[in-house]
């Protein structure tokens, strides 16, 4: 499983791709959670309350840019693959999960949709910090998988 990690990430572009995907989901999960305030100027604040949550959306973002960035070499070299498809599904569904606290904009789901919204708003923000440990462990499992898969698939030398 070594090999496959060190085969993914000794080439430059897969590297700086999975960089890129981390710190842009990075940023995205900690405007939505509300740890970085953009206006009047930057602001990035971090509480002992909510030291715990931030933890997780740092680690949810690097494990969706190392997975995200094996699963497209998986592509690339697999051609065509039910399980590179499954695979891919896993990953946007664990990268996806992690998107789940609301902050801001649970205010304008909640006026868009009234009732439900406010229902929905309510569920994402209470179970906020389990949904993330899902998704966290939904990549990890993607991550295990991809790590088997490529050596398997994929003709390594």
Request: charged share 10%.
């Amino acid at each position: 499983m070594q090999t496959s990690f060190r085969l993914v990430f000794t080439k430059y572009e897969y590297f700086i791709l999975s960089i890129v995907i981390s710190i842009s989901l990075f940023f995205t999960l900690s405007i939505i959670s509300e740890y970085i305030f953009l206006e009047p100027y930057l602001v990035f604040s971090v509480y002992t309350e909510t030291a715990f949550n931030f933890l997780l959306v740092l680690i949810l973002s690097i494990l969706a840019g190392i997975v995200v960035s094996m699963n497209i070499f998986r592509v690339k070299l697999a051609k065509k693959s039910k399980s590179v498809g499954a695979s891919l599904t896993g990953t946007i569904i664990g990268a996806s999960a992690g998107v789940c606290s609301c902050g801001p904009i649970g205010f304008s789901v909640i006026t868009t949709f009234g009732t439900a919204g406010s229902i929905a708003t309510a569920f994402l923000t209470n179970y906020e910090i389990p949904l993330r440990l899902i998704s966290i462990g939904i990549l990890i499992i993607m991550l295990i998988t991809t790590m088997r898969a490529i050596p398997a698939e994929c003709k390594i030398n």
